[in-house]
């Protein structure tokens, strides 16, 4: 009955109240557009052949199995196979996630090399078996839920067949029900277009969950916005959610292409992880917990190669964000708690450095700047005390710099990683040595002022025992000032900064004849 119908403007059509069962072993195909407002069952072990563009499922229809309650069977299988001149074919499910309410089938076939597309405005739902034989399934923004009262299955998906999510940060999800430690590895097998096959799977060691995922292009620095890493990472983004929000610990694994790896992610993808979006920021490991393997998550060889990651969480939130980069690309090679450079001597300068953080680091150089240069020079090395160079607890550094220069001095210490990776700490500023002497002291009326370290203008004053001001001197940067013809008695030599009039130096005086 259903095949009789050969005009695609037509269509095909079950009516409200209406009730069409296919039972036995057998084959129907469908070669118009069908709607179906009704009840179309099936039996186990027969198969609906849509051969046209578009299904729909009106409100209120079903597509019972076998079964007492119609959703706890086996049922038939639709297989969307196209047909010529057809292309690329439709399903309005007819379900929606949100309220967990409408129509699903039973078991779904892709036999359509053009792909399947959601239809806008909703969801689909299949309640066992999901199988790829040709071609991709298109979410178009909205959501895929395979399984009902268990995971239900997913079978002959590779990179040339799969669930596609879409390239940007919003679009569709792909769930699968009930998810426990029984279920095993539960695989979703998603990309983000036609080009980039990046499935992920999940085993849940405590709990039970209904859990979903999407992949999108571009690791972004907040997650879901912010600017694109333009280096060290893999260029996708998984998001995992979590519908109860309940169960325990959880093995995420993740599959990529290796086309997709980011220059200095592949160079380094020895040392790759799953990183977690976490309190603001892609997370990190001391230490690699898996190493990468190659792709596993097909059912049928793959045509390029990809690879997989393994890292175990103890729980999840609802929505979860993972990525992958690798030690080497991605961490600092060191992270600073605290930098400290001073004087020790009119020619030594003492640098104190301590890192809370080391991750494949190599050494430290010691730069420097003096006042009137206009970069910084590399004046020393200093190997890391961390254990091949990583270390999770503070580690403490020092060095000493012999260094007269009569003016301000500017110092940073550069940590260079195992792979030219660079970061900086805070610049610290040094003052010269302040040095004044008054010589010979006592004298016979003539004697020298030096002066070294003190910027700006200043005012020296000879004053006698009671404060009168005998001689006044006029002073800028480091000088020696030659004072004569002093007549004997005691005197108080006084320094000032011209511009505040702050005492900077006194000193007694003694002339004798």
């Known amino acids: ?13 079950i009516p409200s109240g209406a009730t069409v069962w296919l039972s036995g072993n057998t084959n129907v195909g469908i070669f118009a557009d069908m709607t179906n407002n009704g009840i179309l069952g099936s039996n186990p072990n027969t198969t ?40 690329q074919q439709k399903v309005f499910g007819g379900y929606s996630f949100i309220t967990k ?21 909703s969801d689909l739902k299949v309640r066992n078996a999901l199988q790829f034989t040709n071609g991709r399934l298109y979410l ?58 990046a499935p992920a799977a999940v085993l849940m060691t405590g709990g039970k969950d209904m859990i979903g995922a999407r992949v999108y292009d571009s690791v972004f620095t907040v997650a879901a916005g912010g600017t694109a890493y333009p280096d060290s990472f893999v260029n996708k983004t998984w998001n995992i959610r979590r519908d109860d929000n309940t169960g325990g610990e959880v093995d995420v694994i993740l ?33 690699i917990p898996n190493k990468p393997l190659a792709g596993t998550l097909t059912t049928s060889s793959m045509s390029s190669p990809a690879t997989m990651h393994l890292r175990h969480f103890t729980a999840l939130g609802s929505s979860e964000y993972f990525a992958k980069t690798t030690l080497f690309g991605s961490a600092k090679p060191a992270i600073f708690l605290s930098f400290e450079a001073y004087r020790i001597a009119p020619a030594m300068v003492q640098l104190d450095w301590t890192t809370s953080r080391e991750v494949f680091n190599a050494v430290f150089e010691v730069e420097r700047r003096y006042e009137r240069e206009e970069s910084f020079t590399k004046i020393a090395t200093v190997p890391t005390k961390a254990i091949n160079g990583n270390s999770s607890i503070p580690l403490s550094y020092m060095y000493q710099d012999p260094n007269d220069y009569d003016d301000w001095t500017y110092y940073r210490i550069k940590a260079v990683g195992k792979n030219g990776k660079v970061t900086y700490s805070e610049i610290r500023a040094v003052p010269p040595f302040v040095q004044i002497n008054v010589y010979p ?20 004053e000879l004053r006698d025992v009671w404060s009168q001001v ?6 800028k940067g480091d000088k020696d000032i030659d004072i004569s013809g002093m007549p004997s008695g005691v005197y108080f030599l006084v320094i000032y900064h011209k511009e505040t009039m702050k005492v900077l130096y006194t000193t007694k005086v003694v002339v004798t004849q």
């Open 1 to 13: 009955m259903l095949a009789g119908t050969a005009s695609a403007q037509q269509g095909v059509y």
């Open 48 to 87: 609906f052949y849509f051969l046209s563009k578009l299904w729909t499922n009106g409100n209120g229809s079903t597509l019972p199995d076998e079964s007492a309650d119609g959703v706890s069977g086996t049922g038939g299988t639709f297989n969307f196979s196209g047909g010529t001149g057809i292309g």
């Open 101 to 121: 309410t409408g129509t699903s089938f039973p078991n779904l076939q892709l036999s359509n090399s053009a792909g399947l597309l959601l239809d806008d405005l």
């Open 140 to 197: 178009n923004g909205w959501i895929l839920q395979v399984g009902d009262k268990n995971p239900g299955t997913i079978t002959g998906y590779s990179d040339a067949r799969y669930v596609v999510t879409g390239k940007g940060v919003a679009g569709g999800l792909l769930y699968r029900a009930a998810i426990n430690n029984a279920a095993g590895k539960v695989v979703f097998p998603i990309g983000t277009d036609d080009n980039s096959y």
């Open 255 to 287: 599959q990529h292409m290796d086309t997709d790896e980011l220059p200095a992610y592949a160079t380094y993808r020895d040392s790759s992880f799953i990183t977690r979006f976490v309190t603001g920021v892609w997370d990190n490991v001391p230490f």
């Open 441 to 460: 002291n006592p004298n016979n009326g003539r004697f020298m002022v030096k002066i070294r370290g003190i910027r700006g203008d200043m005012q020296i």
């Open 470 to 475: 005998m001689r006044t001197y006029d002073v």
